[in-house]
């Protein structure tokens, strides 16, 4: 089933029948433009008087009932310990989640209170009027440390799968194009030195895996951030979502020529996420030493992503530029994600020439 059809469906069946379930009769319900990859159908759900709510239905199968149990009960816990997080709506039936089958397919629904603020794509990635970017790198770091803080004395009723779950020998060779040996031995490589790696419970845990400026709202009066979608939340090492926080930082220079000025700037922007970070939570010097590493791992999960996405779409897999890009760190053992290194473009970022698959 793909999304165009869920968005059929969804007209004509499933929101009268999650109107009822949570109470959103009188509520005006607009479909949100997909991402790329998405794997859900989102509405935003608008009545006046009443705070915002967002709808989500999920349609692929390759998550079970479980997997979203898993992550509501993680978004709830978080919500009441004091995580800056979008908490889920219980239905009125008292569920965090509820299960629509309509011939013979399932749907698993849930509702979210909207995230106070906005994305700073909304806001043309301008931050508050006569404040310093710094606090919004400061609170990047806070808010994913505390997470993380709360992540370390989280004990699960259902239990998320971990990064081994997914990321296997047996996975790279199924879903990467034989057309591509190398990229498949150094993701293989990768995964070895991965399981080398300390799994204590200070340095692996439940994290959000996709901790960008898309996945948080910012309340520009406050400068507060509150996180939202969890869909690919999972036992992961910290440094996964440290590492993710570093490579989206990039944006804030990616157009400067010189690569010692961006080079100082990516040090400095790191140091200020760091101070955030470590205000709610440790984190060991070990494990930052490992950010190149990591970096790495943050490309392989978006190579993996980029072909889930062809396989989902019943596309034939190719590599355009970005994905040459990604493709191309990983083979060659470029750090960084490449930004220091002749292969990066400051009139291109982050491409490189199409490769046939």
């Known amino acids: ?31 949100v433009k997909a991402h790329i990859g998405g794997r859900n159908v989102v509405y935003i759900c608008e009545k006046e008087g009443a705070d915002p709510k967002i709808l989500r239905i999920s349609f692929l199968n390759d998550r079970n009932r479980e997997d979203f149990q898993g992550e509501v009960e993680y978004i709830r816990y978080l919500f009441e310990h004091g995580g800056s997080v979008s908490d889920v709506v219980n239905s009125l039936k008292g569920n965090l989640l509820e299960e629509i089958t309509h011939n013979i397919h399932t749907f698993f ?12 794509v909304e806001n043309n990635y301008q931050y508050r009027d006569g404040v310093p970017i710094t606090e919004y ?27 081994f779950d997914k990321y296997t020998a047996e996975y790279i060779e199924e879903l990467i194009p034989g057309s591509l040996p190398l990229l498949k031995e150094k993701m293989l490589d990768l995964l070895k030195t ?19 400026d898309g996945n948080y709202s910012i309340d520009f009066n406050t400068g507060q951030i509150t ?8 036992y992961s ?6 590492a993710g926080l570093w490579t989206h930082g990039v944006g804030w220079i990616q157009f400067e020529p010189d690569a010692g000025k961006r080079k100082k700037f990516m040090d400095n922007y790191f140091e200020t996420v760091l101070e ?19 970096i790495q791992v943050t490309l392989m999960e978006g190579i993996v992503d980029a072909f889930e996405v062809m396989r989902n779409n019943g596309e034939e ?32 970022p982050f491409e490189y020439e199409k490769r046939n698959v």
Not at 4 to 30: C, H, M
Not at 109 to 120: D, E, N
């Open 1 to 31: 089933m793909i999304y165009n059809e869920v968005v059929k469906i969804g007209d004509a069946y499933l929101l009268p029948l999650a109107s009822k379930l949570y109470g959103l009769e009188g509520y005006e319900i607009k479909l």
């Open 109 to 120: 629904i849930c509702l979210f209170k909207k995230a106070k603020g906005k994305m700073l």
């Open 137 to 163: 790198y400061y609170n990047c770091g806070k808010v994913l440390g505390k997470m993380h803080q709360l992540s370390k004395e989280y004990t699960p009723v259902h239990r998320r799968y971990s990064f």
């Open 194 to 212: 991965l399981k080398g790696l300390d799994r204590n419970r200070e340095s692996f845990g439940m994290v959000h895996f996709d901790y960008n």
């Open 227 to 234: 996180v939202f979608d969890f869909d690919n939340s999972c």
């Open 237 to 242: 090492w910290y440094m996964f979502d440290l």
């Open 276 to 294: 955030g970070y470590k205000f709610e939570t440790s984190i060991e010097n070990s494990m930052l030493d490992k950010l190149p590493l990591f």
């Open 317 to 348: 897999p190719e590599c355009d530029e970005e994905l040459s890009y990604l493709i191309k760190c990983l083979e060659d053992d470029i750090p960084y994600k490449g930004f220091f290194h002749a292969i990066y473009s400051c009139e291109d």
